[in-house]
């Protein structure tokens, strides 16, 4: 009787690992800044398109606020900018292992996606030059010729200009002023002054070669390693890249770093869902509660109470050390995953998390962003301070003034050439599992050839096994 056990055929491979080889050689060698390289093209000037859009909180109430009651705002916007930021003063260095270069960014008035004409629509806000003035000359020997200053000008806790003017920029009369004793105060005012047609500092990021884990990640950022705003050294730290890419071969269990220059920090993003954009495969990451969460929830925040132990609810982040000294807070939206106090102390606050949350949709594949929403808010810390009769009887608050959405979705060229090139990796994928099937089947076929048993054959007849050519 014959054994079939020595007959079954194996296979000098293992399917599972021949297709993670295959998949990560690819990929690694092909994410990689070299110039002349397309992956090099596309982080130079990156083609899908990006809007900047601005919803601000209108104040309805400014005189009730100033005398104790709780603010009214409505919500007006989008006034909406199209976004080009090509990279540019690119250089390669180290061996083409690192590469530096500014990132300008232009903006320009959309009107077809935007509620009005920004030079015609006014609002009424927190008077933020004045605010940041008192704060700043409070219990000082500049207290009393500051308000001498806002009396003269008839400066108040709330101010109207137009959409304009404070997103970019105008004169101000109290600033002119005081820019003539201390030359370092810009005598112009406004959120994103200075900013339209500049850049943010020269980025110094890894080009992959070494090891694909790290491309285009941030090692210097303004000739600096890392931050000095803060109080501890891991919040000071300049982690991941800046948002616009990222390695390939995502998994979703890891944690994904992010620098972002306008939140004057690195922040972090984990796995939150599978979608699909525009046909194209992805995984949604976004930033979990704790990144913002206060030092009775996440201690290692700690570092970011600036002066040191001067720490807010969660959902806040003073970033007074970075912008000059004004009393200007981050917050997500409407408070989107704040303290309730912020949401209740306003009238006006809706959260939700379609609207309000930040989030990167990545292929997890190339690494390739297909879609993202950053979403922010300027807020302003109002309240009573004695000598300023401007502040009357003002709670204290996280005044909001702005919010902001920076999104971008990737481009109908740009989504066929990435299937394209996904397609040619399933493919690639596909052909181990082929050769294993075919192999399987021949084995098979092997098996019962070689193990049929001796009394399943016929016997052959006697005139069937006579030789072919009878001798006589």
């Known amino acids: 009787m014959t054994h079939c056990t020595h007959c079954l055929p194996t296979s000098g491979f293992k399917c599972e690992n021949f297709v993670t080889d295959s998949t990560f050689k690819m990929q690694s060698m092909e994410t990689v800044l070299q ?21 601000f909180f209108n104040v309805t109430n400014p005189l009730e606020v100033v005398n104790g009651d709780m603010p009214f705002v409505e919500e007006i916007g989008p006034y909406t ?10 250089h390669i260095l180290d061996n083409d292992t690192r590469v530096s270069s500014v990132n300008p960014k232009t903006y320009v008035f959309e009107p077809e996606m935007s509620v009005g004409d920004p030079e015609v629509d006014l609002i009424r806000t927190v008077n933020i030059p004045a ?59 406004g959120l994103f002054n200075k900013m339209n047609g500049t850049d943010d500092g020269e980025y110094v990021v890894l080009s992959g070669k070494k090891n694909y884990l790290n491309f285009s990640k941030i090692v210097q950022w303004r000739g600096k390693e890392s931050l000095d705003w803060w109080t501890t050294e891991s919040c000071n730290m300049i982690n991941g890249t800046d948002g616009s890419t990222f ?40 930033p979990p509660p704790m990144v913002f969460a206060n030092v009775s929830v996440n201690p290692d925040n700690a570092g970011f109470c600036v002066p040191a132990g001067n720490c807010h609810g969660s959902g806040v982040l003073n970033v007074s050390a970075c912008k000059q000294g004004a009393p200007i807070f981050l917050s997500a939206p409407h408070f989107y995953q704040a303290d309730e106090k ?14 309000h949350e930040t989030f990167l949709d990545i292929n ?27 502040t009357g ?32 990796a399933t493919v690639v994928s596909s052909i181990p599992f082929i050769i294993m099937a075919l192999g399987i089947i021949l084995g098979i076929v092997f098996i019962v050839l070689v193990c049929r048993p001796p009394g399943s054959r016929e016997e052959s007849s006697e005139e069937e096994r006579a030789p072919l050519i009878r001798t006589s």
């Open 35 to 55: 110039n002349g390289t397309e992956t090099f093209n596309l982080w130079e000037d990156p083609p899908p398109p990006v809007y900047m859009q601005f919803y």
């Open 131 to 189: 605010v940041t003035a008192m704060e700043q000359t409070k219990s000082t020997s500049l207290q009393f010729p500051v308000e001498v200053l806002l009396i003269l000008y008839q400066e108040h806790l709330f101010m109207t200009h137009t959409v304009h003017e404070l997103l970019w920029g105008y004169k101000d009369k109290l600033l002119t002023t005081l820019h003539m004793f201390r030359p370092e105060i810009d005598p112009m005012f």
């Open 247 to 286: 390695h390939p071969l995502i998994s979703t269990d890891e944690t994904i770093y992010v620098f972002s220059s306008d939140f004057c920090r690195s922040l972090y993003v984990t796995f939150d869902s599978y979608v699909s954009v525009s046909g194209i495969s992805a995984y949604r990451f976004v």
């Open 81 to 90: 900018y199209r976004e080009y930021r090509p990279r540019a003063n690119v």
């Open 393 to 424: 009887s003002v709670r204290t608050l996280i005044f909001p003034v702005v919010h902001v959405n920076e999104s971008t979705l990737i481009d109908e060229a740009s989504a066929k050439k990435l299937k394209s090139v996904l397609f040619e």
């Open 342 to 355: 912020y949401i209740k102390d306003i009238q006006g606050m809706h959260p939700r998390k379609e609207d």
């Open 364 to 390: 997890p594949l190339t690494g390739i962003l297909v879609q993202a929403a950053k979403r922010l808010q300027i807020n302003v810390l109002v309240r009573h301070l004695d000598g300023f009769i401007e």
